[in-house]
């Protein structure tokens, strides 16, 4: 099974940019759709941006327009440059992929821990 590691996460202040990625030990085509997630201990998963692999976008609302999600088909990543950090931004960020054959993200990797300092 392919295996998803994230990478990037840091303890910046408030209006900093990040890039996370996320390298997967396999091709990503095997994925209809890749995401990232956060999750803040208390509150509910939430999922920041995706990207098909028809290049097809979608954003939470709380990131449009600070966020952007982008693939490397030939080296197997999926970055999420986040830009404009704010406090509430904190969370630990989960890479997850969308097999073919699924209409779950069912394959995640560790997570990797952003912190945005005010």
């Known amino acids: 099974q392919v295996q998803l590691v994230e990478s990037g996460g840091a303890l910046v202040q408030t209006g900093d940019s990040l890039r996370l990625s996320c390298t997967a030990s396999g091709s990503i085509f095997s994925f209809k759709s890749m995401g990232w997630y956060r999750h803040i201990p208390g509150k509910q998963r939430e999922l920041v941006a995706a990207i098909t692999n028809g290049g097809d976008i979608h954003y939470a609302d709380s990131v449009k327009g600070r966020f952007a999600i982008s693939r490397d088909n030939v080296k197997n990543t999926v970055n999420l440059q986040m830009n404009s950090l704010k406090p509430e931004d904190t969370a630990t960020y989960y890479c997850?992929?969308?097999?073919?054959?699924?209409?779950?993200?069912?394959?995640w990797g560790q997570g990797t821990q952003v912190t945005v300092s005010s």
């Open positions: 997850a992929a969308m097999p073919l054959d699924s209409i779950r993200y069912d394959v």
